[in-house]
């Protein structure tokens, strides 16, 4: 409601008009009660309030009271009271903007026990106030006592608040921060010669990679920073102050946080400059799940990665680094780390394609705030004197949960099932079931992670097992190394198998992307092969009934029926429970004996039942 009110104020002129003839001298008194956080996608309307309510003039111009209530639910700050400075600093920003002037009264915070779980702390609730009015001399510094003595988890700070006054009070999530932007910074130095470099960071708050570059390398280095959310570009500015880089580090405008391509396009358009190094912080982006790392890995969904690789704006000499940090989550992981394996890859493969090589990884330090997330470091040089350089640096100090440091990545390493691929070892009993009944020894298969189906088909010598990857070079890799030899890592454009099992969890959209064809043309090809057919699909259930749709099956039993009579279609279907899974299991099989299709027909209904 608070969203619909201040949009109709701002944006109807005339409404305003009549208020303000009427008497109406705007509002004296603004209380935006949110109690959630201004990081997410609801909070970016949150911002927008408190921005038109002073771009508007919403406000009484002698003297307008602006309380705002806010969370720190789902956020890991880097210091104390670091949402009290972005938020102050917004109220300020915004209010000078519109010709305001804005002085704090007061700031008020407390721990919401009743969202407190097990290991994981209270969120904290900040209350701020302040006086906003058009004339300095308007305003005025109201002292305010706490109404009573407060408890442990009650803290209140009368007057005007100082900003940045916790910066060198840094989290443990700063002080991984600071460590990978502090490797960064060392390879880069290192490697490059006296001259001056320039450096293109997607940052936060200038607190990490841009500050640790200045620090590495002072007056000889060109900073050009882009800040992902409005709020943290006027904190920046501060920080920018406080650092005193001396112009090493020019902010540029803030960038919109929907459009993850919009800011590296106005890199390309301003300004005709090739950089040293580069580093992107996506911290303030959402986890990247399962299904988004893979199509990541294969075709870069990060956009803004390919493009900077596309225009060549990283220099393409030995001595040039690549960096970023990445949140995600592991529930759609093929075995552990995979998620690793599909961001490495993805960045790889968006190198080659703007021909820079392969980039080879020299760190990788993963840890967990809130989600898990992981710092890469990329680089084209590998000299064994610049690793003894940087090896020496410890974060033994830094108590965050999930920390670890690798030098390096290696992909062929034993591998353990992740989340999304133990749940079909819960299905090997029906895989057993129809392998009795259905004598199929020429199979296809997709399976997450290849971990429990695929095992159990090459147990039988007499069975000629192709794996099918869907492009995903990392598990084509990785079933290299377990020494499977007969691979499909793109679509074919014939597969001569008698069974087709594909199991996946994806959506409707990526199912026609990445299996529909391959299906389509193992259908064409049913009725030259005088074998038994047999088609599995295990996955959601609209992907099931999408796929049933699409494929027409009803129209294939006929037009078999009609062109020959030597092949029947038996067809069982029925919801696996209780196993991880919820989808439905769809079984095709295309017969010429009559009388073995009835007995698959009537075993598959008993198993069913039983299951």
């Not at 880089?245 to 300004?271: F, H, L, M, Q, Y």
């Not at 995979?338 to 980039?359: E, F, M, P």
Request: charged share 25%; proline share 2%; with cysteine.
């Amino acid at each position: 409601p608070s969203h619909m009110l201040i949009s109709m104020l701002s944006c109807n002129n005339n409404l305003v008009d009549d208020l303000k003839a009427s008497g109406w001298d705007g509002f004296s008194y603004v209380w935006l009660d949110y109690c959630g956080t201004l990081r997410s996608r609801a909070g970016k309307l949150r911002q927008n309030d408190i921005r038109e309510i002073f771009r508007s003039h919403l406000v009484n111009e002698k003297g307008c009271v602006v309380a705002i209530t806010f969370s720190q639910r789902g956020e890991a700050p880097l210091y104390p009271h670091e949402l009290i400075d972005s938020v102050v600093t917004l109220i300020f920003q915004q209010a000078d903007t519109a010709g305001y002037k804005a002085s704090i009264m007061g700031v008020f915070s407390y721990a919401n026990e009743k969202r407190k779980v097990k290991k994981v702390s209270a969120d904290l609730i900040y209350t701020i106030v302040a006086l906003v009015a058009n004339d300095n001399n308007c305003l005025f510094q109201l002292v305010v006592e706490a109404p009573f003595k407060c408890k442990d988890e009650y803290k209140f700070y009368n007057g005007e608040w100082k900003l940045l006054e916790n910066i060198n009070q840094a989290t443990p999530l700063l002080q991984v921060l600071e460590f990978s932007s502090k490797l960064f910074s060392t390879y880069c130095a290192k490697s490059t010669s006296s001259r001056k470099i320039r450096a293109l960071v997607l940052d936060n708050k200038l607190l990490t990679v841009s500050r640790s570059i200045c620090m590495e390398f002072g007056n000889q280095v060109d900073v050009e920073a882009y800040i992902q959310d409005e709020k943290d570009f006027f904190l920046a500015n501060r920080v920018n102050v406080y650092l005193k880089t001396n112009g090493a580090i020019s902010i540029n405008k803030k960038i919109r946080p929907d459009d993850s391509i919009s800011w590296i396009c106005e890199v390309v358009k301003s300004k005709d400059i090739i950089y040293d190094a580069i580093w992107l912080d996506y911290s303030l982006v959402s986890p990247l799940t399962g299904r988004q790392l893979r199509q990541l890995a294969r075709s870069g969904s990060l956009r803004d990665v390919a493009f900077i690789f596309h225009h060549k704006l990283l220099r393409r000499v030995k001595n040039s680094w690549f960096g970023l940090q990445l949140n995600y989550c592991p529930t759609g992981e093929y075995w552990k780390d995979s998620a690793i394996d599909w961001i490495i890859k993805g960045v790889q493969n968006a190198a080659a394609s703007g021909g820079y090589g392969a980039l080879e990884v020299v760190e990788v330090v993963r840890f967990t705030a809130r989600s898990p997330s992981v710092c890469i470091i990329f680089g084209n040089l590998y000299r064994d004197h610049i690793r003894q350089a940087v090896s020496t640096s410890s974060m033994d100090h830094i108590r965050l949960a999930g920390l670890d440091r690798s030098t390096s990545w290696d992909f062929p390493r034993r591998l353990h099932p992740g989340s999304s691929a133990k749940k079909y070892k819960r299905i090997l009993s029906y895989t057993r079931f129809m392998m009795r009944i259905h004598k199929a020894t020429n199979i296809a298969i997709h399976e997450p992670g290849f971990h429990h189906i695929t095992p159990l088909l090459v147990e039988d010598s007499s069975n000629e097992i192709t794996c099918l990857t869907g492009g995903d070079e990392c598990q084509r890799e990785m079933l290299l190394n377990r020494g499977f030899t007969k691979i499909c890592g793109h679509l074919p454009t014939r597969i001569n198998a008698d069974a087709l099992l594909l199991f996946d969890e994806i959506g409707v959209k990526f199912w026609k992307i990445d299996w529909l064809p391959l299906v389509e043309l193992w259908f064409d090809n049913i009725e030259v092969v005088s074998e038994n057919k047999w088609f599995v699909l295990i996955s959601m259930i609209n992907v099931c009934n999408d796929a049933e749709a699409h494929l027409q099956l009803e129209s294939i039993i006929k037009l078999q029926a009609d062109k020959q009579s030597l092949y029947t279609v038996f067809e069982s279907k029925y919801v696996v429970r209780n196993c991880g899974l919820s989808s439905l299991v769809k079984s095709y099989v295309f017969s010429k004996d009559r009388s073995y299709g009835n007995e698959m027909k009537r075993k598959v209904e008993v198993f069913s039942v039983i299951n």
